[in-house]
């Protein structure tokens, strides 16, 4: 379970960093960045985790929690599909993660990120690779992501409904893939990823064969 002492150790403004949606085939990349003003209660602590642990209910409960405590400061960025195309996916994921430090409403004096590629930042970075499973404001900015992603893919589902975002949030399962196969891509799919781009590409050449044909 993750716990406080990066932070604690640390002594300053700490802020944990997580981002996620970086493997879907459709989606933005959400980021939250998560400021403890002092030590989460032990009913909190119990409640985080790295969110991929975590049911949907406990991870909406959490992000209820998270919410309405006033010892919680935290702030959410994002990546547009059109982002992650002109920029590429890491650099996207850095993106997010700068939009949501900087939406927390003060600076940290230093950001704990998940992973082990440091984005620019405008404070002080920290990597810690695992860092949702170490770092209780990690943990916490995880959830925040996560919920906030999931939610958003359930409302895009609501216009797209043959890609079962509402269930796998924009990644390759079987039931996207056949939604792909049946009524092609969306504007929500990036189109830089390897499976989008073979589709794109295969119904372009059919596209200029038959316009070869009708010539």
Known sequence: MPDFLLEAAHGGVVAGVDEVGRGPLAGPVVAAAVIFQSAPSDALCQMLDDSKKLTARRRDAAYAELCRSPNVTYGLGAASVAEIESINISQACHLAMRRAVKRLGRLPDLALVDGKHAPQMP????MVIGGDGISLS????????KVVRDRLMVRLAERYSAYGWEHNAGY?????????KNYGVTPHHRRGFAPIRAMVEAANM??????????
Do not use: F, R, W
């Open 123 to 126: 404070c002080p970075v920290k």
């Open 138 to 145: 990690i943990a916490a900015a995880s959830i925040l992501a």
């Open 172 to 180: 390759g399962t079987a039931i996207h893939k056949n939604g792909l």
């Open 206 to 215: 059919i596209s200029g064969e038959a316009g070869e044909m009708a010539a």
